[in-house]
């Protein structure tokens, strides 16, 4: 049975109230722990995921089911990486990968949009070129944050990254996250019915 786009998109916004919810508890863990730097991007954090949903509302428009979830959970992933300290224990030895996998895939995605509003107001390109262009993309934007992470362990005596080896292993979770979001927004591409250009994916709901 095919699942209504409306659906979809209320649980789009349940997972986005669940990690407003769990942000909070981030923030009062920050404050309770004295790590105010941390406290202050959580803040930050809760007010970059309610962005997309700001966008619909003032265009008129619905971000395709998975946007708003992903870009939560990667925001979340990577700063309790941090406040929680889970980046560095050995309970959650893989925690790092599974972040730089999620934002892979987030990240992949919000460039798809990109695409989608470029295709709106007649900018087009070839499905070919915009599957390709995610996995370029991608691949540069993981350098400039692996090249950040780099810098704060430098300049603000941080412990991001661990070496080569947690270099290779990120950039390896990070490419599967940029396959998967390709995958992802090829599967979108076979939801567009004949005739109907990308910007189809952005469609309001129908009211029924």
């Known amino acids: 049975m095919k699942v209504s786009r409306s659906l979809l998109n209320k649980i789009d916004l349940l997972v986005v109230f669940i990690f407003e919810l769990l942000f909070l508890g981030l923030a009062v863990w920050a ?18 995921i309610l962005v997309p949903l700001v966008f619909e509302k003032a ?39 599974v972040a730089h996998f999620v934002s ?10 990109f695409f989608i509003f470029l295709d709106a107001y007649g900018i087009r390109f070839k499905r070919s070129t915009i599957l390709v262009s995610i996995f370029l993309l991608m691949a540069f934007f993981g350098g400039l944050w692996k090249i950040g992470e780099v810098s704060s362990d430098v300049f603000f ?6 070496g080569l080896s947690n270099l290779i292993a990120c950039d390896f979770s990070h490419t599967i996250g940029s396959i998967a ?16 250009g990308l910007y189809y994916l952005l469609r309001p709901l129908k009211e029924k």
């Open 31 to 48: 404050v309770e722990i004295g790590d105010m730097g941390r406290f202050y991007t959580v803040l930050v954090s809760m007010a970059v």
């Open 59 to 97: 265009l008129k428009i619905v971000l395709p089911f998975g946007v708003k979830s992903l870009i939560s959970m990667s925001l979340f992933l990577h700063i309790a990486g941090g406040v929680m300290r889970w980046y560095w224990s050995p309970t959650f030895p893989l925690y790092n990968q």
């Open 104 to 113: 892979g895939m987030a990240v992949g995605l919000i460039i798809f949009v």
């Open 157 to 162: 005596h941080t412990y991001y990254n661990d």
């Open 181 to 196: 979001a390709v995958t992802v927004s090829w599967l979108y591409f076979l939801s567009i019915p004949e005739g109907k």
